[in-house]
């Protein structure tokens, strides 16, 4: 019990009214004020934002890349402007979205270098790396990689190995810039759940920025969501949700973010109402349908046009006339061939 509340109450990352920003000849840009943000052990947080707020300058100030314009950054309580660079590679290791050239290195070269800060000036490595290495591979399911060459690796491999790297350097902190970009969606979903996964399992505290909404919504602990015209908000997912900080982030007259499913919709032109009485799957994917084709779709038998989802079957009731229809895409070749002919009487 001891351990917990130390993880809950000391922060491995921490601001104290954090500025970030540009200085230029014509003065300030500042991106974010007077941020006081923490991580804790074991922590997944996802920073969120639209482009051009400055989600990479913040992650760039924190690892100590770029300079803040005010305020103080602590890991473990430690200014980080009084930790030496060799003690440094030792608190926080990063993982950049930058192409990675690595000629002819292996993959066991590329976790070598993740164990550089604790090996002699010879760079040797001792049995304790091997073992570290070897474990950190493990984590990332791909052991059996070692001899493999960096560059013959598909992307998704590399991104994992990149991770295997940052668990090698076994830093308290691993920072992540956009580590699922151009990546398939199986290994979207395979690299946040690695993450999710080894946050609980080593008690490292990982940040990463993402555009992924829907996967950071299942994953993070916490969410940054920053905004342009306003300060940053932080809380767990779904506070943030219910407190309708994403309607007000992604404002758009194109889309609209749906506090029930947790998802970005598409706003189509309607054409009318629209009543869909059924329940289960068949119901949920026959309103996504509909909506998709403009419909507004109400739950009630209040609209002159009817559709109730039986035994696998769709009836649709219009015009004082019912057609049965088998499948989602028949419904909504039944509703188009409606629509012509109205358009062609008026």
Not at 15 to 41: A, F, Q, V
Not at 49 to 69: D, E, F, H, V, Y
Not at 169 to 178: A, R, S, V
Not at 297 to 304: A, F, G, N
Request: glycine share 6%; hydrophobic share 35%; aromatic share 6%.
């Amino acid at each position: 019990m001891g351990n917990n509340t130390t993880h809950l109450t000391i922060p491995i990352l921490r601001t104290s009214g954090l500025t970030i920003g540009y200085r230029s000849k014509k003065g300030l840009l500042e991106l974010e004020k007077e941020l006081d943000i923490k991580i804790h052990n074991g922590e997944v947080v996802c920073l969120i934002g639209p482009n051009g707020c400055g989600k990479s300058t913040l992650m760039r100030t924190i690892a100590g890349l770029q300079p803040p314009l005010s305020g103080e950054t602590f890991i473990s309580d430690t200014d980080v402007k009084q930790i030496k660079p060799h003690q440094y590679a030792r608190l926080i290791s990063l993982v950049l979205t930058d192409k990675i050239d690595a000629g002819s290195l292996k993959v066991m070269d590329i976790l070598s270098i993740g164990r550089y800060p604790y090996t002699n000036y010879f760079a040797e490595l001792k049995a304790k790396d091997y073992a570290i290495i070897d474990k950190a591979l493990s984590s990332v399911h791909l052991s059996e990689y070692k001899d493999r060459f960096f560059n013959e690796l598909s992307d998704g491999e590399k991104q994992r190995v990149l991770i295997a790297k940052a668990l090698a350097q076994d830093t308290p902190l691993i920072m992540l810039d956009e580590p699922t970009a151009h990546l398939d969606l199986p290994n979207r979903v395979e690299i946040m759940n690695i993450l999710k996964r080894l946050a609980k399992e080593t008690n490292k505290a990982i940040l990463l920025s993402t555009h992924e909404l829907d996967l950071a919504l299942q994953t993070a602990d916490t969410i940054w969501l920053m905004n342009r015209d306003d300060q940053m908000k932080h809380g767990t997912p779904e506070d943030l949700v219910l407190n309708g900080m994403f309607e007000q982030v992604f404002k758009s007259n194109a889309f609209h973010f749906d506090r029930l499913t947790g998802a970005f919709k598409v706003d189509h032109h309607t054409k009318g109402e629209i009543s869909l009485i059924g329940t289960g799957i068949e119901s949920t994917w026959t309103q996504r349908a509909l909506e998709r084709e403009g419909y507004k779709v109400l739950h009630q038998p209040v609209c002159e046009t009817k559709i109730c989802i039986i035994d696998g079957t769709w009836q649709l009731a219009i015009k004082d006339q019912t057609i049965t229809c088998d499948s989602i895409g028949h419904l909504l070749s039944e509703l188009r061939i409606v629509n012509s002919e109205d358009s062609s009487i008026n």
